[in-house]
Nanobody, 116 residues
Framework: QVQLVESGGGLVQPGGSLRLSCAAS?????MGWYRQAPGKQRELVAV???????NYADSVKGRFTISRDNAKNTMYLQMNSLKPEDTAIYYC?????????????WGQGTQVTISS
């Protein structure tokens, strides 16, 4: 069972920055960040493949940057120019393919609040 530990959430003012981290207990293939605001469905923020290929939600393009350090089994999300609408619980998701079996893991979530 892969464990995911997120960190880096908090309260910042609009226009500020935060950096989220997600550390996996074992090596992982694809990883991604998702978020869920109150009363809304969970949505994709950004994903990154083991090769480093990335994809972003339109709402965060140009403001957020996803990256990973495979040696540390850790993924990051640099969030700049934060807006109140970015307020949500951010979840780390990891996918691993082993022996033909695909497994999905989720972190516990970290709260991000953008408010003045």
């Amino acid at each position: 069972q892969v464990q995911l530990v997120e960190s880096g959430g908090g309260l910042v003012q609009p226009g500020g920055s935060l950096r989220l981290s997600c550390a996996a207990s074992e090596s992982i293939d694809a990883m991604g960040w998702y978020r869920q605001a109150p009363g809304k469905q969970r949505e994709l923020v950004a994903v990154i493949a083991s090769s480093g290929g990335t994809n972003y939600a339109d709402s965060v393009k140009g403001r957020f940057t996803i990256s990973r350090d495979n040696a540390k089994n850790t993924m990051y999300l640099q969030m700049n120019s934060l807006k109140p609408e970015d307020t949500a619980i951010y979840y780390c998701k990891a996918v691993r393919l082993r022996n033909g079996a695909l497994s999905t893991y989720w972190g516990q979530g970290t709260q991000v609040t953008i408010s003045s």
